[in-house]
């Protein structure tokens, strides 16, 4: 039984995007035993993913923060022991950052992860123990799926693309009586332009008001608590969700008609829900880090670096998801 662990501790979206490998390793490596590292904050994701069997998580965002305390010295000690607890066969990490490569170091085992000239930053191969060369122009999931093979030893080409969770989310959204009828905005993110207008929003929701029940406004934050205050006000049919943790949220994607989101984190578990979904892009460009679907009628990029989508195409994508969907 091989042991293998996983580092991808964040953001919030390549993890999700690293879910494949933990499917392609089920898949392909028989008994795999499948560990992952994560940042806390994101340590439901591979907790989800049935393959995983255990997560261990770290907190690097706050260590970063409050380095001065002893207390945050003794979280860090209590991570490096569970890290050096059990001997893997492998260590991979596929996010290619110093900080990765440095926690990959300190587990027990060998290292396996991108090249000089493949990491995103070029000084984290200095950890690694056996480095491959992996394309940087390919889309992110399928960097993570490539690094992976190229350790195992298998073709991805003959592998469908399978996020692993759907199965997870599907027997209860199934018995929910509101499924295909309310559609998901997910209008919050990270970055102020990444945003779209409220009046788009707020266009789109009233467009759409007869086509579904409710519009569900989800939010993780007081700043985009008042923005679906102000977008439930002005669209009318529309739901303010309350505050969730990460499988909430996924439970509520996963009873979804149609998700309609930003470039965020949460869009990308709509798509590893197989939920149809329209991602909205204004400031990056989605062609390596866009929603990828397991089945490309399910979701679509709109948009792109200075190229707000307009209402009607978001409209034309969303009704034609509906359809095939």
């Not at 993110?189 to 779209?196: D, M, Q």
């Not at 029940?213 to 008042?226: A, C, F, K, Q, Y």
């Not at 943790?245 to 949460?266: Q, S």
């Not at 390596?288 to 990029?301: F, H, I």
């Amino acid at each position: 039984m091989p042991k293998i662990l996983l580092v991808k501790t964040t953001s919030m979206g390549d993890v999700i995007h690293n879910l494949a490998v933990a499917s392609d390793i089920a898949a392909r490596v028989e008994d795999a035993h499948i560990d992952w590292v994560v940042e806390d904050s994101f340590s439901a994701i591979p907790e989800m993913h049935p393959a995983v069997k255990n997560v261990i998580p770290v907190a690097i965002r706050q260590w970063r923060k409050r380095i001065y305390l002893p207390a945050t010295w003794g979280k860090i000690r209590q991570s490096l022991r569970q890290l050096r607890a059990g001997k893997y066969d492998y260590i991979i990490d596929s996010q290619g950052l110093l900080k990765s490569a440095v926690i990959a170091s300190r587990a027990n085992g060998l290292v396996y992860g991108q090249d000089r000239d493949s990491a995103r930053e070029s000084l984290a191969c200095r950890f690694y123990n056996y480095k491959f060369h992996v394309p940087r122009n390919e889309h992110a999931v399928t960097r993570n799926r490539l690094l992976a093979a190229a350790v195992f030893g298998y073709d991805i080409n003959t592998m469908p693309l399978d996020y692993g969770i759907e199965k997870n989310f599907r027997s209860t959204a199934s018995k929910d009586s509101s499924r295909k009828k309310s559609i998901v905005f997910l209008h919050g993110t990270s970055r102020e332009s990444k945003l779209w207008q409220e009046q788009s929003w707020v266009a789109l929701g009233r467009e759409l008001g007869e086509q579904f029940t409710s519009v569900m406004l989800p939010w993780g934050n007081d700043i985009e608590h008042e923005r679906a205050k102000r977008l439930a006000q002005k669209i009318g049919n529309a739901t303010i969700a309350p505050r969730q943790g990460l499988k909430e949220l996924a439970t509520m994607l996963a009873r979804a008609a149609c998700v309609v989101g930003v470039d965020t984190g949460p869009v990308h578990l709509a798509v590893a829900l197989n939920r149809p979904t329209v991602a909205i892009y204004t400031d990056t460009d989605p062609a390596l880090t866009g929603v990828l679907p397991m089945d490309p009628a399910r979701a679509v990029n709109l948009g792109g670096i200075n190229n707000s989508p307009a209402v009607d195409d978001v409209l034309q994508a969303i009704r034609e998801l509906v359809r095939l969907g």
